[in-house]
């Protein structure tokens, strides 16, 4: 039984998390998809619990994912959920300088390592802080998030 630990800040999720974690629940047994408060990322958009919630409505048809929420090392929590792996989402060789950092450190300070898998190249340009930069100042983002993403997005601004 392999189980992997998907992390990220999802802050929203989108098409190219969800294409990851579709792959992933078809290669591995279980996928533990983790919302982490990113302290680095200042300008979020969603609350911890609405990022949960909608991770939960995305995920839903998939049997064998589950999601969790965490504030501190992503390596304390592959520990604690006992994943094999943590897997981690390539866009672009932009992607691989700092992923490969955190995969070494992750790896340094634990021994958990860390998978790569590649995006669609049709989805490669997706990434959560473009899409909040969009949606506040009213683009059109349908084509790259989930439908109850795209309902909470627009719900949000007509607040
Ligand atoms: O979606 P993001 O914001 O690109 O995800 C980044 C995330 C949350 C996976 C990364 O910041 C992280 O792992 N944070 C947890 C804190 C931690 O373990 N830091 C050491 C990483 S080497």
Redesign the pocket.
């Known amino acids: 039984m392999t189980r992997v630990l998907y992390?990220?800040?999802?802050d929203p999720v989108h098409n190219g998390h969800l294409e990851m974690v579709e792959t992933a629940a078809g290669l591995f047994d279980e996928v533990v998809v983790a919302a982490?408060i990113?302290p680095?990322?200042g300008d979020g958009l969603l609350a911890l619990e609405d990022r949960m919630a909608l991770l939960d409505e995305c995920f839903d048809h998939l049997d064998n994912v589950e999601t969790r929420k965490f504030d501190?090392?992503?390596?304390d929590l592959a520990v604690d959920v006992e994943a094999d792996f943590i897997i981690k989402g390539l866009r672009a060789v932009s992607d691989f300088e700092s992923e490969l950092q955190?995969a070494q450190?992750?790896a340094a300070i634990s021994g958990v390592q860390t998978l790569f898998l590649p995006t669609a190249t049709r989805r490669s340009f997706l990434a959560?802080r473009l899409i909040r930069e969009v949606v506040r100042l009213g683009g059109d983002v349908s084509d790259m998030v989930p439908e109850p993403v795209l309902r909470r997005l627009v719900g949000r601004l007509d607040r």
Do not use: D
Request: aromatic residues 6%.
């Open positions: 992390p990220g800040s999802f982490l990113n680095s990322k501190g090392l992503v390596v955190m450190m992750n959560s």
